[in-house]
């Protein structure tokens, strides 16, 4: 009987302590002490969320840098009971947990580096990221995408290149992880390039 | 390469650093020498009445009703989360097959998740409902090996401890302080921590980005520190939610196998001889470290199906995020398979099949190379007893451990858990095959499909909760045998190493003579690693031989599936 009190009574005050007072602490301090970080690092552009900071989205347009490939899907718009490719849907993260052997992941990996251009290409941009979110790239697949983006933009291919080198993060305390581009980071600053002018 | 390398020595010596000073506080702690929140922990104990010492039996009835009331809550939490508040998304409540997984996943320390969390739980479902779990079952492990190691070093004593007053005593004292400290520095390095489920943004190519949102850093530290590993996201730690930056990356693999790591040096301290414990950390520290070079030669190399078409520099980035580059993933990997932990910042379905065969390995041993928080410990102990009983064997002495005789009672029981492993694994995986429910849920062809059902049950049975994930397991069939799995891997360890330890503490130890066997030291440690090898290789190789080493096999010789 003993035992089946103190079952109770423990499991109660834990319940409130870890599973309601413990977030709840945490949320009260990071709203207050890092509000930005705490609603998602969100990116605003005059007024409007253009998204986070540290989630990946979609781009097609060869005017903009592309992130890496990205395994998510989301429901189908014209038909609510079909699931469809929808590439960077922060609603539901995945990656393509396809095998090592796996023929359609053979296929993807060439058809993605053959889109990009003769022979071999940079990892990051023919994988498929693990979270479908990734926002980063490699230096190396900024630096292969320069004379896309340029061309599309009327600008010098210099210029661009020289805003990729301004947004090339190291690792971290010159150690950890691998150097990287923020990819959203870097489209808003090529939206900022004045137009033809900066490289000529 | 040299500066992966670098990142990984890096590793190794801080956790150390950190890992032997908790582990002395921590064997503090389970002594009642820290107090500082002795009012708070009188109170508690004085209004819940547990009463005192216990012998391992009534240790064993505690633990296993707090765990089943545990379930219970869990259980009616995430079935009818569609009627309870902070379910900003309107998610409906789980079925019943997948809140029964999810509900033993969550209390065996397990966290298999066979939902994605962002399209599932509600804000109280993960906060209630998971997050507090995330506190019980690790405080529950840890409050095992307390009082296991009372009972190895006891002198004819029928009493292990007070189940409460070790599980409160965890919680008070090691994980909340640990994990509040560890949130908010999340919080500071910007994983998001809000009540909202999420926001709409409007991409700079004009589409519309639904963002899924909540109270991410809170849950994140304690499921590092516990070896929980539940995602609050689909892809678990791989989220640049739940894992925004390198140094993020860096601090939860430390938080994943400090308290495992400390457990060695807790347990040196507890029982009077910290040669014993060290003893225990080499012996695992050389599987890690092997697992690890293992791990990372294969990835490194890459995948040879893909070397046409991709720049060799930085090996098989299928999978893996750009800001941890392949050694942070490939390090996450080893740490994470070998700590039973879990969590994931890679998909574990895309290493190499060498790689992916490894990270199962690791969890086939049993989960003891620091293994879960206190049953990575207790687990190493079982092994520990059957490496003494071959030892006595080889040189026809009575086993001694401690200065106790290891009798036929105590090795029967270690050698019973040996069972547990190819139970999970073999059986209930070799039934899924039968009946065919493992067909339908793999998803790649050829020898891959094969590793992916054997990762599951591996995955569940160790309550490690990693997975490969391209294999569907919410089935109700998948969700109630790995719910079964994950079961037998947490109390059928627990139980036998609760009544070995209750058996030891009442005998007295002998003086050491010049026949004693130490169990300290190099030879020692060569047997223990042996002994763990050999049982991990006997019984897994012919299934391992079948689907990731076939897989290998195939890669080489340039077949796809």
């Known amino acids: 009987m003993s035992q089946i009190r103190a079952t109770l009574v423990l499991l109660a005050v834990f319940t409130l302590l870890t599973g309601i007072a413990y977030p709840l602490a945490i949320t009260g301090i990071a709203e207050a002490v890092f509000p930005a970080k705490a609603k998602g690092s969100l990116v605003e552009v005059n007024g409007t969320v253009v998204g986070s900071r540290l989630i990946g989205q979609s781009f097609t347009s060869d005017r903009y840098f592309h992130g890496r490939p990205s395994a998510t899907s989301g429901t189908d718009p014209n038909d609510p009971s079909k699931t469809v490719e929808q590439p960077y849907n922060a609603a539901a993260s995945t990656g393509s947990n396809l095998a090592p052997t796996s023929k359609s992941l053979a296929e993807a990996v060439a058809a993605r580096a053959q889109a990009l251009g003769p022979g071999r290409q940079p990892a990051d941009l023919v994988t498929a990221s693990g979270s479908g979110l990734d926002p980063h790239i490699s230096p190396a697949g900024a630096y292969a995408q320069v004379e896309r983006v340029a061309t599309a933009r009327k600008l010098a291919p210099a210029a661009v290149r020289t805003l990729v080198d301004s947004r090339v993060e190291g690792r971290e305390f010159g150690i950890l992880g691998e150097p990287r581009v923020n990819v959203l980071e870097l489209n808003l600053a090529l939206d900022k390039l004045p137009p033809g002018g900066a490289g000529s | ?168 005593r965890s919680v008070l004292y090691i994980l909340l302080p640990l994990s509040l400290v560890l949130a908010v520095v999340f919080a500071a390095l910007g994983m998001p921590q809000t009540l909202a489920g999420s926001v709409d943004a409007t991409t700079l190519e004009g589409a519309k980005q639904t963002i899924a949102i909540g109270p991410v850093a809170s849950q994140l530290a304690i499921k590092q520190l516990g070896t929980n590993g539940g995602g609050f996201f689909n892809v678990n730690s791989a989220h640049p939610f739940e894992n925004p930056l390198a140094i993020t990356n860096y601090l939860s693999m430390l938080a994943i196998l400090v308290i495992p790591v400390a457990f060695c040096f807790t347990y040196g301290r507890m029982i009077g001889d910290r040669r014993q414990g060290l003893a225990l950390f080499a012996a695992m520290g050389v599987l890690l470290v092997a697992g690890f070079a293992a791990l990372y030669a294969a990835e490194h190399a890459g995948n040879p199906l893909h070397a046409a078409f991709v720049e060799p520099v930085t090996g098989n980035m299928e999978g893996k995020e750009q800001r941890f580059g392949l050694i942070g993933s490939v390090l996450w990997a080893a740490t994470t398979t070998a700590a039973s932990n879990g969590s994931v910042n890679a998909m574990h379905d895309s290493l190499t099949p060498l790689a992916g065969m490894v990270a199962m390995l690791n969890m086939q041993l049993g989960e003891i190379v620091y293994g879960g928080v206190g049953v990575g410990l207790t687990g190493m102990l079982l092994f520990v007893i059957i490496t003494v009983f071959l030892a006595g064997l080889m040189v026809g002495r009575t086993p001694e451990y401690l200065g106790k005789k290891i009798e036929a009672k105590e090795v029967k029981l270690a050698a019973l858990t040996l069972l547990i492993m190819p139970i999970g694994v073999l059986v209930l995986g070799g039934l899924a095959i039968a009946v065919g429910t493992a067909q339908s849920s793999v998803q790649d062809a050829g020898p891959h499909g094969l590793s992916e059902l054997i990762y599951a049950y591996t995955s569940a049975t160790g309550n490690n909760g990693s997975a490969f994930a391209g294999f569907n397991a919410n089935t109700p069939w998948h969700n109630t045998f790995l719910g079964l799995a994950m079961l037998l891997g947490r109390f059928g360890y627990m139980l036998p190493i609760l009544a070995i330890a209750g058996s030891l503490g009442t005998k007295m130890p002998a003086p050491p003579t010049a026949g004693t066997f130490p169990t300290h030291g190099t030879v020692f440690v060569v047997l223990l690693v042996a002994t763990i090898l050999i049982v991990g290789a006997l019984t897994f190789l012919p299934a391992l031989a079948l689907g990731p080493i076939a897989e290998q096999v195939s890669m080489l010789a340039g077949t796809t599936f």
């Open chain 2, 1 to 168: 390469m040299q500066a992966d390398l670098l990142q990984a020595a890096l590793y190794a010596v801080v956790l150390v650093a950190l890992a032997v000073p908790l582990g002395l506080y921590m064997a503090r702690v389970y002594t009642g020498d820290v107090t500082f929140l002795a009012p708070v922990e009188k109170t508690l104990l004085g209004a819940a009445g547990g009463g005192g010492e216990q012998s391992w039996c009534t240790y064993a009835v505690s633990l296993l009703l707090f765990n089943a009331a545990g379930f219970a809550l869990l259980l009616a939490i995430l079935m009818f989360q569609n009627v309870l508040p902070l379910n900003p998304q309107g998610f409906d409540g789980l079925s019943w097959h997948l809140a029964f997984n999810t509900a033993v996943s969550f209390v065996t320390n397990t966290n298999w998740q066979s939902y994605g969390g962002e399209t599932t739980m509600s804000n109280l479902s993960q906060m209630v409902g998971l997050t507090t779990q995330n506190f019980l079952s690790a405080a529950t492990g840890m409050a095992l090996a307390a009082a296991v190691a009372r009972g190895f070093a006891g002198r004819q004593v029928r009493t292990v401890g007070n189940f409460w007053t070790d599980m409160t």
